[in-house]
T-cell receptor, first 113, second 115 residues
């Protein structure tokens, strides 16, 4: 079945360093979404990527969708303590259904001030 | 304020005692879904609903039931809870489903402990 792999599982950085998390799907995705979950909180939608090779930026966050639409990445430039949390990617399950959403296991980012 | 409301937020119960976790959204969303979150396993989809009276299984539906009699409500029912259902549960909704709108709105979560 559909698998969405995310690496690394954990990342600890010094404030000001960059951070990247990678998401790989076993199948081609029609779109991919990214969410952030603060400690003790609930997932919050960040962005959706739809087009092959798409790159979108949100301030210090850069999101990419691979040319083959099987991988994606989230890059944070110059991390801040407010970036702490778990970042999840999610994609529709294979088989044509766009309603069954599979999440990666997430990357937990901690930032040392 | 647009929101997804879950109740209860915290619950400790015993094996076999039926319970219902309610979920309500005020955004007139067609799509609703339940997830459970466990350490090291991420978010796993339990059930989802594309519209009223239309539901389908996610990846981990065993031991759960759902119903969608009204657009705004999507309760999660544990007929006979077991300790392996101890988890953090999230309800989520979106306008028409992941392909079109993308954005899932999550509730605050319900932490369930089954003794």
């Amino acid at each position: 079945g559909q698998q969405v792999m995310q690496i690394p599982q954990y990342q600890h950085v010094q404030e000001g360093e960059d951070f990247t998390t990678y998401c790989n799907s076993s199948t081609t995705l029609s779109n991919i979404q990214w969410y952030k979950q603060r400690p003790g909180g609930h997932p919050v939608f960040l962005i959706q990527l739809v087009k092959s090779g798409e790159v979108k930026k949100q301030k210090r966050l850069t999101f990419q969708f691979g040319e083959a639409k099987k991988n994606s990445s989230l890059h944070i430039t110059a991390t801040q303590t407010t970036d702490v949390g778990t970042y999840f990617c999610a994609g529709p399950s294979s088989g044509g259904s766009n309603y069954k959403l599979t999440f990666g296991k997430g990357t937990l980012l901690t930032v040392n001030p | 304020e647009a929101q997804v409301t879950q109740n209860p937020r915290y619950l400790i119960t015993v094996t076999g005692k039926k319970l219902t976790v309610t979920c309500s959204q005020n955004m007139n969303h067609e799509y609703m879904s339940w997830y459970r979150q466990d350490p090291g396993l991420g978010l796993r989809q339990i059930y989802y609903s594309m519209n009223v009276e239309v539901t389908d299984k996610g990846d981990v539906p065993e031991g759960y039931k759902v119903s969608r009699k009204e657009k705004r409500n999507f309760p999660l029912i544990l007929e006979s809870p077991s300790p392996n259902q101890t988890s953090l549960y999230f309800c989520a909704s979106s306008r028409t489903g992941t392909a079109n709108t993308g954005e899932l709105f999550f509730g605050e979560g319900s932490r369930l402990t089954v003794l």
